[in-house]
């Protein structure tokens, strides 16, 4: 960002008054910033991904460079210095010219005096100049904190910086820089057309979410709102929506059994282009997520996005929560090798990309309501995070084992993909398959099987009905898409949200690796810990039934106590103590499980919740440091707690009919 910005040297050679210098020496500066106030208070420093925020650093006696962002440089009259520049970021690649610089202009002796009252107005304990006299400039400037950014900012020769950078390689490949370090023009199509203002409290909110202005950024100060003039996530996540239905017919009365016989390549690739198109390189993901808020109780699940699995882990437990992130299964075909991109390789891909428009058809309602938000992974939208995470996951789990059976539902979803793959086969390899595996098998029993196959496929929604290329021309990839647990941890400290997981293997790493070392989960909540292990929790299967329980308001009341749970958590000392707390759980107890016997249809599944409250919340140092680089985030943060579901099994005969 500082390569990017306005570089300008100026000099102190016709002044009186020399530069000093401080244990401070890079010094920052924002305009709408008292150095007074909280978020400056010592060591803090205003942002320097802020608008305003100005960098100055005395090079000697006569000589100081500062950093000024072009934005601020060619709009000094600006009112939003506190707001995040464009495509503000702190690792990433980046193209300038290193020899453009501004060194024409001499500063008066009031100039330098300014600078220097800067200068010391940072310092923590030393100070030091040629002259005694030059250790007090607070003696002689008389301006207000505000009227130094009219020294610090540049006047002319603006034109050296800024412009588009275009690359050409000996490969014939090419690159692309504008003014801000964006790789794409992709952001035009991103941008409003017409940027809300002068929103009413009852108006929808202007970040784009589902809610009312005044339930959503009114309370927030200007600078960690989430941007205006861009397409948010919910909106971005419902353009993903209307192009996969206009791409496969569906709003022209395309049925799914239509897309299952017809699902071409040129589809598979314009999906991925229509997803990688929202989510270009430049794109800052963490000024897109919801912002932390006192009333709603957010929960990260930290588990693989199926259409198979997500009415039990997420839509079923939308009644007990707010609202729920986790990680889109979509791929950005852009980011990968040709062999393995959706985008260049598409044939490949017809099995995976079937479920995972099943799975945002499924989540469209809750989408559009702003209840799930469907987030890309955080490594794979930013290539530096990525990176980071990679590195910090693999020496984590060096030499880790999932627990025996922590991912035995994994493993069930991997038989049932096996099962599928031999349906689709063509019809000579399904005879040569079942010879192999049923040698006693008769023609007139490998017809039967052939017929039992097609029925499965006919009555299986994500299976493919065309038959697959035998050999390397039909495999297909069979993708389980997560989040880990430091881009889990990094969604739910930005987004203020708890963890859920389902699965023994992301339960046991949460309690090994994000905690301190050997602590306990918090005595002090041990009876709501109890509490809530008492209670057999239904989970409704149905979406429909689910959306009508959000839509009306029919939330059992354990929702409401969860969130104060997190509240008394995050906030030690206030809240409902957890005696109190446990007792209105248990209180809560009848009327969650009053709707815990199944209907006749079997679609409601039995839950039990276990609780997990370390003493110092979810908390790793790589995660802050990810928060820093990634996200600005200046103040150390924790998860509150966890929820592990652990849901009833099956008889073993349900089992092997489902």
């Known amino acids: 960002m500082w390569a990017e910005g306005v570089r300008e040297v100026v000099s102190a050679a016709d002044s009186d008054v020399k530069f000093v210098v401080t244990d401070h020496p890079v010094t920052v500066y924002n305009a709408h910033i008292s150095p007074m106030s909280s978020g400056c208070a010592y060591p803090l420093d ?70 220097n009252h800067l200068l010391k107005s940072r310092a923590k304990r030393c100070i030091a100049a040629a002259n005694k006299d030059w250790l007090y400039p607070e003696r002689h400037f008389s301006g207000s904190w505000a009227q130094i950014a009219k020294v610090l900012l540049p006047g002319d020769d603006l034109w050296r910086f800024g412009g588009e950078i275009y ?20 952001h035009e199509f991103l941008t409003r057309k017409s940027p809300r203002k002068n929103i009413a409290a009852d108006d929808f909110c202007g970040c784009g979410s589902a809610y009312a202005y005044k339930d959503c ?33 569906l709003n022209e009365g395309m049925s799914w059994e239509g897309v ?8 598979v690739q ?99 309501a702003g209840v799930v938000h469907l ?33 035995h539902r994994l493993l069930k979803l991997g038989e049932e993909e096996h099962r599928r793959v031999i349906w689709m086969l063509p019809e000579a390899s399904q005879r040569h398959y079942i010879a192999k595996h049923m040698p006693e098998a008769d023609e007139a029993m490998i017809d039967r099987v052939i017929a039992y196959f097609k029925r499965q496929a006919e009555a299986d ?14 495999a297909q990839f069979q993708i389980y898409k997560g989040l880990n647990l430091e881009s ?44 809530l292990a008492e209670i057999t929790f239904p989970v409704d299967l149905d979406p429909r039934r689910v959306a009508e329980r959000l839509s009306t308001g029919d939330r059992p009341p354990i929702s409401k106590l969860l969130r104060r749970l997190a509240h008394s958590v995050s906030v030690p000392g206030t809240g409902s103590t957890p005696h109190a707390l446990a007792t209105q759980v248990r209180q809560a107890r009848g009327k969650v499980e009053r709707k815990a016997t199944p209907p006749d249809d079997n679609s409601v599944l039995k839950a039990r919740l276990e609780l997990h409250v370390p003493a110092a919340g979810f908390f790793r140092q790589e995660v802050q440091r990810l928060l820093v680089m990634f996200a600005g985030a200046t103040r150390p943060r924790s998860v509150p707690y966890a929820l592990r579901l652990v849901f009833d099994e099956p008889e073993a005969d349900d089992a092997d009919a489902s």
């Not at 440089?73 to 970021?89: G, I, M, V």
């Not at 690359?167 to 992709?186: C, I, L, P, T």
């Not at 995470?389 to 984590?396: G, S």
């Not at 493919?464 to 039909?474: E, N, S």
């Open 46 to 115: 205003p942002m320097v991904a802020l608008l305003g925020t100005q960098t100055v650093f005395a090079l000697d006696a006569n000589t100081c460079l500062i950093f000024t962002h072009l934005e601020y440089a060619k709009e000094p009259d600006r009112q939003d210095l506190t707001r995040l520049r464009t495509n503000a970021r702190h690792l990433g690649v980046g193209m300038t010219r290193t020899d453009a610089f501004i060194r024409d202009r001499r500063l008066s002796r009031d100039e330098v005096i300014a600078i």
């Open 167 to 186: 690359v050409g390689y000996r490969d014939g490949s090419s690159a692309y820089w504008d003014e801000h370090g964006r790789r794409s023009k992709a």
């Open 217 to 249: 950024c009114q309370h927030l100060p200007a600078v960690e709102r989430p941007p205006w003039e861009v397409y948010g996530l919910r909106e971005r996540n419902l353009m993903l929506c209307n192009a996969i239905q206009g791409i496969l017919g």
């Open 260 to 267: 299952r016989r017809t699902l071409s390549d040129d589809q």
């Open 270 to 368: 314009r999906i991925h282009n229509a997803f990688a198109g929202l989510w270009p390189e430049d794109t800052d993901l963490a000024a897109l997520l919801p912002r932390p808020h006192p009333k709603k109780l957010r929960s990260v699940h930290i588990g693989i996005s199926d259409p198979r699995t997500i009415e039990a882990t997420v839509l079923g437990w939308l009644p007990y929560v707010d609202e729920v992130v986790l990680v889109n299964p979509f791929f950005l075909g852009t980011r990968m090798k040709p062999e393995f991109s959706p985008i260049d390789s598409p044939s490949g891909h017809k099995m995976q990309t079937l479920k995972n428009v099943l799975l945002v058809l499924k989540l469209e309602p809750f989408i559009r």
């Open 375 to 407: 987030v890309p992974d955080p490594g794979e939208v930013s290539a530096a995070l990525g990176q980071h995470v990679r590195e910090v996951l693999t020496h984590r789990t060096a030499g880790w084992k999932p627990p025996k059976g922590g991912l």
């Open 461 to 474: 929604p994500y299976a493919l009905l065309q038959p697959l290329p035998v050999g390397d021309a039909g």
């Open 488 to 531: 889990a941890m990094y969604l739910a400290t930005l987004t203020g949200s708890i963890i859920h997981v389902d699965t023994d293997a992301h339960w046991e790493q949460l309690l090994m690796d994000a905690q301190t070392a050997g602590a306990p989960s918090q005595q002090a909540w041990a009876p709501v810990r109890q509490a």
